[in-house]
């Protein structure tokens, strides 16, 4: 429980740097959300 606990002191002490890792993450998983499948058919075309 105690890492949990820094970790969000960490988070609330840190708001914009959070932000940006989070909207980053998102980004990144959408576009291999995308690209994944794609590059799965690629060989077979």
């Given at each position: 429980?105690?890492?949990?606990?820094?970790?969000?002191?960490?988070?609330?002490?840190?708001?914009?740097?959070?932000?940006?890792?989070v909207?980053?993450?998102?980004?990144?998983?959408?576009?291999?959300?995308?690209?994944?499948?794609l590059?799965?058919?690629?060989?077979?075309?």
């Open positions: 429980m105690g890492v949990i606990i820094k970790v969000k002191e960490w988070t609330e002490a840190n708001k914009p740097l959070t932000e940006s890792l909207k980053w993450g998102a980004g990144v998983s959408g576009v291999m959300l995308v690209l994944g499948p590059m799965m058919m690629l060989p077979a075309i």
